[in-house]
């Protein structure tokens, strides 16, 4: 299976998906934090 490029399966990278939906409080700066995380990762899309 594939997602945009990328290869999902056995024998593979894991491939990262980052949720936030209500995890931020309506705050901005915490929402741009969690997405710095998610960035730091290493994987990009």
Known sequence: M?????????????????EMS????QSLERALEIVE???QTGRKC
Request: proline share 4%.
């Open 37 to 39: 995380a998610a960035a």
């Open 22 to 25: 209500g995890k931020h409080n």
């Open 2 to 18: 594939y997602i945009d490029n990328h290869l999902i399966g056995q024998n593979t990278a894991p491939f990262i998906i980052a």
